[in-house]
């Protein structure tokens, strides 16, 4: 996604954004699987949270999949028309199809962490209060921003990886942008956080004996979400990563390491998502309609069966996956160049 929203902006010739939609050819189709899969495993794990959230983000989601839609049809049809408007109105739709989903992630994130206007009524039907406008507020609007310059950061070191020339300057450069960015994004959002009502069980049947998600207290406090810091010191680190990875990544691309700079901001990207992750535990989807609907990781999860089956078969599948996933990134190494794109152009998007 970083690589896509890069597109028209490091490539300026139709050569050049050759080169760019190459170096992530034969990978990006099964990376993208990932958010079928997410999709499908929420379902499994938590349905409760895949029909809130889908059901409350219900317009949200769909300007993400109406969005998508423009990257499979972008990246195989794209160069099969030697027509400079043709190949610039899909240039325009795979960045659309790569930057709105990466904003759109983010901003349902900041929502999560304010929380969603929602309740279970009498007969556990869930009902949504807000409004599709409303989720795009300030904090929000923040989240968005991380997410997107994170990705697109990682992007960029990766075409600086796997490009040359006039291609990998400019990679380089939006590196260094979006890096800034998103380091100074998750500076704000983290100052915002502290000062946010965050949300605290107060009362509760002991974890994972909880029949339903309305058997708890949830009260409304403000700073709540910095509780886990002091609860589990450790976590500390998570923010510490965030932080360290960007500018690890600033300092490592600047010097011409574009490997240690993509390890870098793979190291940002998972200090972000777990310091969001960590400042809400134990809940998945809080309400702000009514607190004490708030869905937690033990009160909405599936039967014990589902997650044992989905356990293993993720212990089965996932280093299966990685390992041909590894074998393909090894075989498919190296430079992406303007020639070798003349040379297959055929063969090449």
């Not at 889908?54 to 949200?60: I, K, L, M, R, T």
């Not at 011409?256 to 390890?263: K, Q």
């Not at 998945?284 to 309609?289: D, E, I, Y």
Request: overall charge positive; aromatic content about 14%.
């Amino acid at each position: 996604m970083g690589v896509g929203t890069l597109l028209p902006f490091v490539g300026k010739t139709d050569d050049e954004r050759r080169v760019v939609l190459n170096s992530v050819g034969p990978h990006w189709e099964g990376n993208q699987v990932w958010f079928v899969t997410a999709g499908g495993a929420i379902f499994a794990a938590w349905p409760l949270v895949y029909a809130t959230a889908f059901s409350g983000f219900y317009f949200a989601m769909l300007a993400v999949l109406w969005a998508l839609f423009f990257r499979p049809v972008g990246f195989d049809y794209r160069s099969k028309v030697a027509d400079p408007r043709w190949r610039g109105f899909w240039d325009w739709g795979i960045f659309a199809g790569s930057a709105i989903p990466a904003l759109v992630f983010g901003v349902a994130f900041g929502n999560v962490i304010q929380g969603v206007p929602f309740y279970f009524d009498d007969v556990m039907m869930v009902r949504y209060t807000g409004s599709f406008w409303a989720l795009f507020n300030p904090f929000a609007l923040v989240c968005g921003v991380v997410s997107l310059a994170m990705l697109v950061a990682h992007g960029a070191n990766y075409l600086a990886i796997r490009t040359e020339a006039a291609i990998q300057k400019r990679a380089k450069a939006s590196s260094v942008v979006a890096t800034l960015v998103m380091l100074i994004g998750f500076a704000i959002g983290g100052w915002m956080i502290a000062s946010m009502p965050g949300y605290l069980i107060t009362s509760a049947v002991e974890p994972g004996l909880a029949q339903s998600p309305l058997d708890k207290t949830v009260i409304v406090q403000s700073g709540a979400w910095l509780s886990n810091y002091s609860k589990y010191p450790l976590s500390i680190l998570l923010p510490v990563l965030g932080f360290g990875g960007g500018l690890l990544s600033l300092l490592a691309i600047t010097r011409g390491r574009a490997g240690l700079a993509f390890v870098a901001t793979a190291v940002a990207e998972l200090g972000i998502i777990f310091t969001a992750g960590v400042s809400i535990f134990p809940f998945v989807l809080p309400s702000s309609s009514q607190p004490g609907s708030s869905l937690t990781v033990w009160d909405c999860v599936s039967s014990h069966r589902t997650l044992g089956i989905m356990f293993w078969v993720a212990l089965i599948m996932t280093p299966i996956i990685i390992a041909y996933t590894s074998w393909a990134y090894r075989v498919m190494r190296g430079k992406v160049t303007v020639e070798q794109i003349r040379a297959n152009d055929r063969s090449s998007y």
